[in-house]
């Protein structure tokens, strides 16, 4: 019992003076803080026991070895830094560097505008290929301030045009001589129909506001008279001949060539020849005068047909005179 009461004594000593030592700890000012710290480390130093030093060992190269090794490092050294330069990248400063702003590129309208009227002029006629054009050229000059911005629009939108713009205009005319031709076809077969026919040496009696006269074709014949400076094709030149008479008008008749049409078996309408004829006059009542007209025929056929209109303005003929020779 004795020996357990003495345990229990040094343990509440024991513990008395750790208690003891921890408050001075906790009182202890800063500065003897550190001396304390400072005695502690000298101790934990004095303690530590001291590393022995090992002997170094000496090492002999010669001058053979040397040299050997030195291009070996040299040519190291040298792909080292090749390696370096070949993957070093340039540094650059943030701070330095300037700031990118998006730069919106201006579009050329005129010349997406060109190429939409032009492909529309397919559709309204070519009407829009004329708009198409202007507008294609505009924008073609303009490209050239956007660096070739819209340009390829520019110049399909010009060759579209221009292309549609050929096709509705060669339809017009083939349209507008088709007419023409037809309403002068129906005009020719009307008056066959509804004039009255002649021969030739036949008399045709006329009434006029101004009094009667009469007309008859004499002769046809072949020249062989050329102009050279002639603008018409002439393979043949037939030359007819004619007279009127002035029955009982006041005034002096007078009838020209002009007042004559003549078509061949063809129905192609043929044109005066420039060479040397009788020339018409003006004749007073009762009398008769003879004159002659020059025609340019390109057929081997002898047959013509004249229409005679009683005055130039005149849209239909008065008679038609067949003639053969």
């Known amino acids: 019992m004795a020996s357990k009461t003495k345990a229990a004594t040094n343990s509440k000593k024991a513990a008395y003076r750790r208690n003891g030592n921890n408050k001075k700890k906790a009182s202890q000012t800063p500065i003897e803080k550190k001396e304390n710290n400072k005695t502690t480390t000298k101790k934990v130093v004095e303690e530590k026991p001291m590393a022995k030093k090992q002997p170094i060992k000496k090492t002999t190269v010669t001058k053979k070895e040397i040299k050997k090794e030195m291009p070996k ?13 070949q993957n070093k990248e340039p540094v650059v400063n943030e701070a330095q560097q300037p700031i990118k702003k998006r730069i ?24 829009s290929s004329v708009f198409g054009i202007i507008l294609s050229i505009i ?7 956007l660096d070739g911005e819209g340009k390829s629009n520019a110049v399909n939108g010009i060759i579209l045009g221009v292309v549609s713009l050929l096709i509705f205009i060669g339809i017009f005319l083939f349209l507008y001589v088709f007419s023409v031709n037809t309403v002068k076809e129906t ?64 005034q002096n008749l007078f009838i020209t060539g002009a007042r004559f049409t003549a078509y061949d078996k063809n129905n192609v309408m043929l044109q005066n020849y420039p060479i040397d004829y009788l020339l018409p006059d003006y004749i007073a009542r009762g009398r008769t005068a003879q004159a002659e007209i020059v025609y340019a025929l ?28």
């Open 73 to 85: 490092k040299v040519e190291k050294v040298k792909n080292q830094e090749q390696t370096i330069i």
């Open 104 to 127: 919106r590129r201006k579009k050329n309208t005129f010349s997406s505008a060109g190429l939409v009227c032009s492909t529309c002029g397919f559709i309204t006629c070519g009407l």
């Open 139 to 145: 924008g073609l000059k303009k490209s050239k301030s």
């Open 187 to 250: 005009k020719r077969k009307a008056n066959e129909r509804n004039t009255p026919v002649y021969k030739m040496n036949e008399d045709i009696e006329i009434s006029d506001t101004y009094g009667d006269y009469s007309i008859k074709i004499t002769n046809v014949r072949e020249s062989s008279e050329r102009t050279n400076n002639a603008k018409i094709k002439a393979d043949r030149v037939i030359v007819v001949s004619y007279e009127y008479t002035n029955i009982n008008m006041d």
């Open 298 to 325: 390109n057929n081997d056929s002898n047959e013509v047909e004249l229409e005679f209109y009683k005055s130039m303005f005149d849209a239909k003929a008065y008679c038609i005179i067949k003639l053969n020779w």
